[in-house]
T-cell receptor, first 116, second 111 residues
Framework: AAGVIQSPRHLIKEKRETATLKCYPI?????VYWYQQGPGQDPQFLIS???????DKGSIPDRFSAQQFSDYHSELNMSSLELGDSALYFC???????????????FGPGTRLTVL | ELKVEQNPLFLSMQEGKNYTIYCNYS?????LYWYRQDPGKSLESLFV?????AVKQEGRLMASLDTKARLSTLHITAAVHDLSATYFC???????????FGTGTRLQVTL
């Protein structure tokens, strides 16, 4: 079965650089979520989109922005990178409002971002 | 603000033994999820619990949900080394809403 695809899988950047992470949800899934997981920590919700509109926002820095495109893929744009942004970034997808009574989220393999 | 706590945070157990991981959450919800994560890997969905009294079993793992007590348990029966991983519970409070994860329980099964 098709899974969530994330690219790149690994990314190394210098401080103050920018990065773009991409996420391709499971086919027919219309809701995408972004989570950040620091070393030894639990995943923290950043932002989500349903039908190309932002549906919820968590502890996402102002330096980060995201969007969902017409084909439902999503991109997380990160600017002015800081050392503390080094983490695993997961994208998850699910069937959203009106199509499912619950919210089982399926996670991609993650992008490991290292900021030097 | 929803808080989700797990205990223990770290569990070292011998093969063949039984143990339980506990997940407490602070607000009303009848949707709880358990995930497994191997080091540096993705989150694998284990169980989806959708109502009070729900119980699900898969192999040596069994999960249950008590929404009145705001408590879920993940019971491990006759542990084997392959179960070594970090286990997270997660709660959502609305349709298509974010997941709030517990602190995670790192399970190490020794021979």
């Amino acid at each position: 079965a098709a899974g969530v695809i994330q690219s790149p899988r690994h990314l190394i950047k210098e401080k103050r650089e920018t990065a773009t992470l991409k996420c391709y949800p499971i086919p027919r899934h219309d809701t995408v979520y972004w989570y950040q997981q620091g070393p030894g920590q639990d995943p923290q919700f950043l932002i989500s989109f349903y039908e190309k509109m932002q549906s919820d926002k968590g502890s996402i820095p102002d330096r980060f922005s995201a969007q969902q495109f017409s084909d439902y893929h999503s991109e997380l744009n990160m600017s002015s990178l800081e050392l503390g942004d080094s983490a695993l970034y997961f994208c998850a997808s699910s069937l959203g409002l009106g199509l499912s009574s619950y919210n089982e989220q399926f996670f991609g393999p993650g992008t490991r971002l290292t900021v030097l | 603000e929803l808080k989700v706590e797990q205990n223990p945070l770290f569990l070292s157990m011998q093969e063949g033994k039984n143990y339980t991981i506990y997940c407490n959450y602070s607000t009303t919800s009848d949707r709880l999820y358990w995930y497994r994560q191997d080091p540096g890997k993705s989150l694998e969905s284990l169980f989806v619990l959708l109502s009070n009294g729900a119980v699900k079993q898969e192999g040596r793992l069994m999960a249950s949900l008590d929404t009145k007590a705001r408590l879920s348990t993940l019971h491990i029966t006759a542990a084997v080394h392959d179960l070594s991983a970090t286990y997270f519970c997660a709660v959502d409070t609305g349709t298509a809403s974010k997941l709030t994860f517990g602190t995670g329980t790192r399970l190490q099964v020794t021979l």
